[in-house]
C-alpha cells in the first residue's frame, strides 16, 4: 500500500482551538445552562432567572444577582484559561467552586453569538460586551450579571444537527436547572420558555426544595439521610422500599453541592436497597456528600460530571451506611459490613 503523502505541522487557529475545545463542554443548550448557572452560583447569586427561546436554541439568558464582573474584566472573562476561581495546583486541590477551567464561557462564545452585560457594586451602571464586536456598551440592570447565548451552534452546523426537537432540549435545560436547585435550595430559580413560567422555586430549606422540585410524594415516601465517617458527610433523603421505580431516573448523587454521575455512589445506595428491592425495581434518593475537598478530585472530566475519590471504599461505605440507617434496614443475622 502507497504511504499517504505527509502533511505539515501547523499551529491551529485560536477560534479553531476553542471550537474544538467547545466540544467537550457544550453538547446542546442544556450544557450551556449549567455552566452559566455554575458561574452565577459560583458568584454568589440569590436569585437566578432562565429565559429561553425554543428549548435554549435560539436564546439561553441567564440573570444573576451575585458580584457581578468588573468592566476592566468583562474581556478577559471570555478568555480561554482565564479564571477568578483558581491562581495555582494547590488551589485546584481545594476548590470548591462549581468552575475552575477558565473555560465555559470562552466554549459558549466560539459556537454562539454572546454577550455579557455585568454591573459590581462599585459601578455607576452596567457594561455590556458583545463577544463578536468586542464592543463595549453601557447597559441597564441592577447588580449582578446576565449572559445572553443566541443561535447555539450557527457556526457549526455538523454540530446543530445533532439537536433534538424543542421540546426535547428544553426538557433537558429544566432538568440542568432542576439539578442544581436540589442542591442550593438557599437560592431562588426561575425558568421561563418562550415568555411562560416553566418552574418557580422559592428559597427555603432542603425539604422544601425537595417537596418543590421532586414532588410531595418524593419526601411522604422517602426519610431524612444523616450520617457521618470520617471525613465523608452524606445528607439529602432516600425512598422507601415501595417507592422505587421501574427506571433510575430519580437517583440524584452530589458531592460538594457538584451533581455528579459516579457508579460507586450508585453501587453503594444499591447496596443499601439489597434485600429490601428485588428484581431491577429502581430506588429514588437525592443524596448529598460532603468531602474534605482535598480527597476528592474533581478535575477528571471536562464537564466535571464525574469525580474521583482517593478512598472509594470509604465514601462507599459511607453512603451505603447512610441509606441504610435512613431505612433502619435490619441487618440482622447479616454479617456486618467489612471494615468495621
Ligand atoms: P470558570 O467558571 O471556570 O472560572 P468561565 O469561563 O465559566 O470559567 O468564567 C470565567 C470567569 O468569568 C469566572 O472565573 C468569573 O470570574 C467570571 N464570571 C462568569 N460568569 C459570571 C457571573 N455570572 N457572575 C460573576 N462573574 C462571572
Ligand atoms: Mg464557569
Redesign the pocket.
Known amino acids: 500500500p502507497e504511504r499517504p503523502p505527509r502533511v505539515s505541522i501547523r499551529e491551529l487557529p485560536d477560534e479553531l482551538i476553542s471550537q474544538i475545545a467547545a466540544g467537550e463542554v457544550v453538547e446542546r443548550p442544556a450544557s450551556v445552562v449549567r455552566?452559566?448557572v455554575?458561574?452565577?452560583l459560583?458568584?454568589g447569586?440569590t436569585q437566578i432567572t432562565v429565559k429561553l427561546l425554543a428549548g435554549g436554541i435560539r436564546q439561553i439568558l441567564?440573570e444573576?444577582d451575585?458580584?457581578?464582573?468588573p468592566i476592566d474584566?468583562l474581556p478577559l472573562?471570555l478568555k480561554r484559561h482565564?479564571?477568578?476561581?483558581i491562581r495555582s495546583l494547590n488551589d485546584l486541590e481545594s476548590v470548591l467552586?462549581?468552575?475552575?477551567?477558565?473555560?465555559?464561557?470562552?466554549a459558549v462564545s466560539s459556537v454562539a453569538e454572546m454577550a455579557l452585560s455585568?454591573r459590581t457594586a462599585n459601578d455607576a451602571h452596567a457594561h455590556r460586551l458583545d463577544a463578536r464586536s468586542g464592543e463595549l456598551t453601557p447597559a441597564a440592570r441592577g447588580v449582578?450579571?446576565s449572559?445572553e447565548v443566541r443561535e447555539l451552534f450557527f457556526n457549526t452546523p455538523a454540530r446543530r444537527k445533532f439537536l433534538k426537537s424543542e421540546n426535547t432540549e428544553l426538557a433537558h435545560c429544566v432538568d440542568a436547572v432542576r439539578r442544581h436547585a436540589l442542591a442550593r435550595p438557599d437560592v431562588a430559580f426561575t425558568v421561563w420558555h418562550e415568555g411562560k413560567l416553566v418552574e418557580q422555586w422559592r428559597a427555603g430549606d432542603q425539604e422544601q426544595r425537595l417537596r418543590d422540585v421532586l414532588g410531595e410524594a418524593f419526601v411522604r415516601d422517602s426519610r431524612p439521610v444523616e450520617w457521618q465517617i470520617g471525613p465523608v458527610r452524606v445528607t439529602g433523603r432516600a425512598g422507601i422500599p415501595d417507592a422505587a421505580r421501574s427506571r433510575a431516573d430519580q437517583q440524584y448523587c452530589y458531592v460538594n453541592g457538584r451533581f455528579v454521575r459516579d457508579k460507586l455512589l450508585v453501587h453503594g445506595a444499591r447496596a443499601a436497597y439489597e434485600d429490601v428491592l428485588h428484581g431491577h425495581r429502581q430506588p429514588v434518593y437525592a443524596l448529598f456528600v460532603e468531602i474534605t475537598p482535598e480527597l476528592v478530585d474533581v478535575n477528571v472530566h471536562p464537564t466535571k460530571i464525574e469525580v474521583r475519590f482517593r478512598d472509594g471504599r470509604e465514601v462507599h461505605q459511607a453512603v451505603r451506611k447512610a441509606v441504610e440507617a435512613a431505612l433502619a434496614v435490619s441487618r440482622a443475622g447479616l454479617a456486618p459490613p467489612a471494615n468495621e
Open positions: 455552566e452559566l455554575d458561574n452565577a459560583d458568584a447569586a441567564i444573576d451575585g458580584c457581578g464582573i474584566e472573562a482565564a479564571t477568578s476561581k467552586t462549581m468552575g475552575f477551567r477558565g473555560e465555559a464561557l470562552a455585568s449582578g450579571t449572559v
